[in-house]
């Protein structure tokens, strides 16, 4: 019975590990990943802009709710082209937002950000007005907004790598009783299965984890 | 006439409805063998094959993982955009728990078969849905069927009758 829990444990730490690393802000918040007709080409076209890559990084969270809206797929795509994987990451963890009132202060500078960075392509000047809308101003003037997410990363803020770790230890606590009734030779299996959604649970909440 | 036309349009409806019903798919469906040891490997695979050509996908351990894995993360993910506190477990599975949809069936099978190859011929299985609902999960009931020369003469007709006993026993979700 002992071995059995052990090796249970083990199993689950790691898959908990392996699903926790690849996770990136990307990942998270799942972007429209099609990008449709005459955007794809207007995208190639698009230089890296340094301003604009500065004032993303600093407002990486805030972004990647762009990215969530429909219309940011443009803006993903352009993204996407000026940051790594890797950056995005770490701009991440270091992004903080201390109350509501700071959080709508970032939607409002960003929206001006939208309205200079339509000006500075041309390419997107071509595209119908409306389309210019829906597909920047818009999205980050639907983004600013919405509030529930400033009480999101202020919460956030008090989760910590322990707590994540108990709520994970629960989660398998709870699975270990449920899985008691399967039938021995589906033990592993129901483990498995039981053990990844507490590896997913798990994994949010150490993404969440503000330092 | 116009009551006419009326009852007619209605009937188009609800006949559209019914065939929009019956061709709904089945939930993909991870199998669960209690009991591996002795197990052909061509019995595995011909479970597949026959699933599959019933419309009826099967699932590898890393594909239920991944679809377990991304459903509860989007859940636990709205639970978390929705001011609910992460630390705190107890909420956060009820939240899951009441919010999380079916991605697959976790069929478990149970064919036992000996160490001289021969099939015991009662064969079981139950199923429950993908991600497991660890708040309400409780012991399932035992489905059964009787292999016979009638519907095992071969080992592609005894995993047909096996498939389609699973599916007549109506413990598979749909989509």
């Not at chain 1, 990647?64 to 429909?70: G, S, T």
């Not at chain 1, 983004?143 to 994540?164: L, N, R």
Request: overall charge positive.
């Amino acid at each position: 019975m002992f071995k059995k829990i052990m090796f249970t444990g083990v199993l689950l730490i790691s898959i908990s590990a392996l699903k926790a690393k690849s996770i990136a802000p990307f990942n998270t918040i799942a972007p429209v990943t099609v990008l449709k007709n005459t955007n794809e080409d207007i995208v190639s076209k698009l230089v890296a802009d340094d301003n604009f890559r500065n004032y993303y990084t600093n407002n990486v969270v805030f972004a990647n709710k762009i990215i969530e809206n429909k219309a940011g797929s443009l803006f993903y795509k352009y993204i996407q082209n000026t940051i790594s994987a890797e950056e995005q990451v770490d701009l991440f963890t270091k992004m903080k937002v201390n109350s509501k009132e700071e959080f709508n202060a970032i939607g409002v500078n960003l929206k001006k950000e939208a309205v200079a960075f339509l000006n500075k392509f041309p390419e997107l000047k071509q595209m119908p007005e409306k389309t210019q809308k829906e597909t920047l101003i818009n999205a980050f003037g639907k983004i600013s907004t919405d509030k529930s997410i400033a009480v999101e990363f202020v919460k956030a803020k008090y989760i910590t790598y322990e707590q994540c770790f108990w709520i994970w230890m629960a989660c398998n606590g709870l699975c270990a009783l449920s899985c008691t009734y399967e039938p021995p030779g589906n033990y592993g299996d129901c483990m498995f299965t039981c053990g990844t959604a507490c590896a997913a649970s798990y994994g949010l909440c150490w993404f969440l984890v503000a330092e | 006439m116009k009551y006419f036309f009326l009852f007619f349009l209605s009937l188009c409806l609800i006949g559209f409805k019914q065939t929009a019903t019956n061709q709904q798919r089945y939930l993909p469906v991870f199998i669960s063998l209690t009991d591996t040891s002795n197990l052909p490997p061509e019995l595995l695979v011909n479970l597949k094959a026959v699933f599959g050509s019933k419309k009826i996908k099967t699932l590898t351990k890393k594909e239920s993982a991944d679809l377990i894995y991304n459903e509860i993360y989007k859940v636990s993910e709205d639970y978390a955009r929705s001011g609910g506190n992460m630390a705190d477990y107890d909420k956060l599975k009820y939240y899951q728990s009441a919010n999380m949809r079916n991605v697959g069936n976790n069929l478990v099978l149970s064919i036992k078969i000996d160490s001289d190859g021969f099939i015991n011929d009662t064969v079981k299985w139950y199923s429950y849905t993908l991600p497991m609902d660890v708040v309400k999960f409780s012991r399932q009931k035992w489905r059964h069927m009787l292999l016979d020369s009638t519907n095992a003469k071969t080992m592609l007709q005894m995993t047909q009758s096996i498939v389609d006993s699973i599916i007549t026993s109506n413990v598979l979700v749909k989509e």
